[in-house]
């Protein structure tokens, strides 16, 4: 079975400065997706970034980036310049084989401190 | 374009009771997804639907759970003899299905509260 944990349940930061989420995965697929998703007060998931696990290159979306080590199964997510906005729950995720049904982890609650 | 909407956006319902919550995909996504949410965790998966195969009923954690789909278009997650233990946030998400990878896009949930 596949499982995904964040050990961090908790984070601040100021603003501005630069935050790191980790995240650890296990699973014996081979070629696979990962995935940051957002989950502000407004309950209203968003896709923050996806790691495909084929390439070597980490993915990047603006502020957002990830360190994906595929050996060690770990995908974590760096926040650059945070915002404000930026002050939500933080989802891991990963599709499994097949149904491509997400198993999340438990979230790490991120807040963005003036 | 229109986003997933689902409805209603909060219920309150009393132990027994059955209750019916209602998601509409985006238009064109043939597949369609059902997570629960309970407080301060993470989403568990319920229930998918593919276009017009049978759906994978694999997360549903009782008989008391049940959800239909017509084609590709709205869905309704019904639960019966509602328990406390059922209150979450129940989320509903559409994708298309035609990419190497299948991104996700989730309505806003439906916060269930079973008193």
């Known amino acids: 079975a596949q499982t995904v944990t964040q050990s961090q349940p908790e984070m601040s930061v100021q603003e501005a400065e630069t935050v790191t989420l980790s995240c650890t995965y296990d699973?014996?697929?081979?070629?696979?997706?990962l995935f940051w998703y957002k989950q502000p007060p407004s309950r209203q998931m968003i896709l923050v970034i996806r790691?495909?696990?084929?390439?070597?290159q980490n993915a990047t979306e603006n502020r957002f980036s990830v360190n994906f080590q595929k050996a060690a199964k770990s995908f974590s997510l760096k926040i650059s310049d945070s915002q404000l906005g930026d002050t939500a729950m933080y989802f891991c995720a990963f599709p499994n084989f097949g149904n491509e049904k997400l198993t999340f982890g438990t979230g790490t609650r991120l807040t963005i401190i003036p | 374009g229109a986003g997933v909407s689902q409805s209603p956006s909060n219920k309150v319902t009393e132990k027994g009771k059955d209750v019916e919550l209602r998601c509409d995909p985006i238009?064109?996504?043939?597949?369609l997804y059902w997570y629960r949410q309970r407080l301060g965790q993470g989403l568990e998966f319920l229930i998918y639907f593919q276009g017009n195969s049978a759906p994978d009923k694999s997360g549903l954690p009782s008989d008391r759970f049940s959800a239909e789909r017509t084609g590709e278009s709205v869905s309704t997650l019904t639960i019966q003899r509602t328990q406390q233990e059922d209150s979450a946030v129940y989320l509903c998400?559409?994708?298309?299905?035609?990419?190497?990878?299948?991104?996700?896009?989730f309505g806003p949930g439906t916060r269930l509260t079973v008193l």
């Open positions: 699973t014996s697929e081979n070629n696979y997706y």
């Open positions: 998400a559409s994708s298309r299905r035609d990419r190497a990878y299948n991104e996700q896009f």
């Open positions: 238009s064109g996504h043939t597949a």
């Open positions: 790691q495909e696990a084929y390439k070597q």
